[in-house]
């Protein structure tokens, strides 16, 4: 039988510059269209709320995958949501008045004004 060499597989050079399929480049025109948005608000969003893209040179440029990802995770809280958040988790706590007390003699403090 004779023998053939075995040509070595292809490589797709397209797939080893961009990264995986999914990495597609979008303008910001792309981008507005893809998520239904005009765009002002994309860029506002990519400025203001963490949408990721870049700007290279004068132009914007977004990963479609990295959308999606955004798209996908909640919203993050501002400070002040997250402290009202967190107060509301002490309301119904039974041990919370006396553990700001304690706090409070520990710290050789009044608790109220009247205290002093």
Do not use: C, H
Request: charged residues 30%.
């Amino acid at each position: 039988m004779p023998r053939t060499r075995k040509q070595p597989e292809a490589t797709p050079k397209l797939a080893a510059l961009n990264g995986p399929a999914t990495g597609e480049v979008l303008t910001l025109a792309e981008a507005a269209a893809y998520l239904r948005l005009p765009e002002e608000e994309v860029v506002r969003l990519a400025q203001t709320q963490d949408l990721p893209g870049r700007l290279a040179g004068a132009e914007w440029r977004f990963l479609k995958a990295a959308i999606q990802q955004w798209l996908s995770t909640p919203p993050l809280k501002s400070s002040k949501e997250a402290w009202m958040a967190m107060a509301g988790i002490w309301k119904d706590d039974q041990y919370a008045e006396e553990e700001l007390k304690e706090i409070y003699r520990r710290r050789g403090r009044p608790t109220t004004e009247d205290e002093t």
